[in-house]
């Protein structure tokens, strides 16, 4: 399982992306994944061990507690073995990309499309959907709060809203969009092959 983040991420989190944990069906890995520089430190966006509002611990704390395993990942490595595992276990993969020190470029991000059923990018670079041909064309952040609308994405239906003050929207000709204004989407998904981008 990223441009602009404010300290309200946290609050963002809690209340847009339970859609990841519907689409997660047995395991999420690879918050605050790397594959750089080793493992993050607790000041850094997303750390899956911080309860400060640009950390992800709510996140992680309320998929476990939906019986959804969560397996934090900081280097390819371990993200491999805990994707080989989750396969050798039958079970569907969600691998959740968050880059709290944007050391992650499009190559490192692109070599992930096909590796999960669900590849889910936490607050992407441009770059990050330049290299996995992802239709858009601008990005720029806006305060909400957005509604979900009619985006065919149950779960984002379900959240409702999301609020914040910098939440980052895409100018996309993406075939499933939620959270939209009249700058773009917030939330974008596609499918690729063999997996669902979001």
Known sequence: MTTILTPSIGRVARKSLYWVGAAAIALGVAL??????????G???????????????????VLGEQGI???VAATRASVDDAIA????AGERVTL???????????E????????????????????????LDFPF???????????????????????GE????????????ADTVCFTSGEGAALLQRETTGTTLT
Not at 147 to 158: L, N, Q
Request: charged share 25%; with cysteine.
């Open 108 to 131: 490192r991000v692109a070599e992930l499309d096909g590796l999960a059923d669900h590849l889910v990018l936490a607050e992407p670079a441009p770059v990050w959907l330049d290299a």
């Open 137 to 159: 064309s601008t990005s720029r952040p806006t305060a909400g709060p957005l509604e979900s609308g009619s985006c065919g994405i149950d779960a984002a239906s379900r959240a």
């Open 69 to 71: 395993a969560v397996d």
């Open 43 to 61: 000041a850094d966006r997303f750390d899956p061990n911080s309860a400060a509002p640009n950390g992800s611990r709510a996140l992680v704390t």
């Open 96 to 106: 959740v990309v968050a880059d709290g020190r944007s050391v992650l470029d499009g």
């Open 32 to 41: 605050g994944l790397t594959l750089v520089n080793g493992v993050a430190t």
């Open 162 to 173: 999301i609020d914040g003050d910098a939440i980052m929207l895409y100018e996309t000709e």
């Open 85 to 88: 595992d989750a396969r050798a």
